[in-house]
């Protein structure tokens, strides 16, 4: 696989490797304040935020489908290094992706409300997975009718802010990567990747969630730590699903004792 360009913002000099991934419509700079969260928690670390391909970085190839070209890129941060991973949101997603196909890259696993929907039970779920559909046909109908009403709508279910609140420059950096937005909510949303497979990684985990964020987030929280090896569960009060890059100390405190204990 030759190497495309990557983009990476390192805090630290420590001995520690993390490397943290960040969300759909997210980027590297705004996870670098849990990273910096972390390095004032966990001395000892260095922490490495990684654009993903759309997001700063050049997968090798890109005419493969964009979650397989965040997992390239992500194959190209850790080749030299195993790291312990922080994912959030797709980005938990990606890093349980990484350490089921590259274990040995993998040295821990802390996800911030991954989104691992193939741990929801379409009967015992249905809530959930309802919820986020719904949240996924106004996407896909506000594309149909042009403007950024489906962006829009997405944007503001899973930031828990209206899309109007955004400032303009945010909105505008959105709207440009609309289209790979969209595959990347499609992508997850229906990814069938069973409870088994999750069960069966080796490495340590912690899951952390907010308690006000959305249904489809605490459930999937809720049924990956129930797994046999699907990791500890840690709630973080009063946080949304984005309050990791708004308020990260609190995630910070939880991933600084997690990985002391490695």
């Keep these: 696989m030759s190497a495309g360009r990557v983009d990476v913002h390192v805090r ?9 991934v960040h969300g759909a419509g997210s980027a590297a700079k705004p996870m670098l304040r849990l990273a910096d969260a972390l390095l004032r928690c966990a001395g000892d670390v260095r922490v490495t935020a990684v654009g993903l391909a759309g997001y700063g970085s050049d997968a090798p190839d890109q005419t493969k489908p964009i979650l397989e070209q965040h997992l390239d890129v992500l194959l190209q941060v850790t080749q030299a290094e195993p790291h312990h991973l922080i994912g959030h949101s797709m ?18 696993l802390s996800l911030i409300e991954p989104m691992l929907f193939g741990v929801l039970d379409p009967v015992q779920d249905a ?15 506000g594309r149909v009718h042009g403007g950024d009403d489906g962006l829009g709508a997405f944007i503001a279910a899973w930031s828990q802010t209206a899309w109007a609140d955004l400032p303009e420059a945010t909105r505008a950096v959105l709207a440009a990567l609309e289209p790979q937005i969209f595959e990347e909510a499609v992508g997850v949303s229906y990814d069938a990747t069973p409870p088994a497979t999750y069960a069966q990684l080796p490495q340590p985990k912690v ?23 699907g990791g500890v569960l840690r709630w973080v009060e009063g946080a949304g699903h ?3 890059t708004r308020v990260p100390e609190p995630f910070a405190q939880v991933i600084a004792a997690f990985l002391g204990e490695r």
Excluded: K, N, W
């Design 207 to 229: 899951v952390l969630c907010g308690t006000q964020t959305l249904l489809p987030a605490r459930r999937m929280a809720e049924r990956l730590t129930a797994l046999p090896g």
């Design 242 to 244: 984005m309050d990791v």
């Design 12 to 20: 630290g000099d420590g001995a520690i490797p993390v490397l943290v």
């Design 91 to 108: 980005g938990g997603f990606l890093a349980a992706q990484l350490a089921r196909r590259a274990p040995e890259r993998v040295c821990s």
């Design 127 to 141: 809530d959930a997975l309802a919820l986020d559909r719904s949240i996924i046909r106004a996407f896909e109908e």
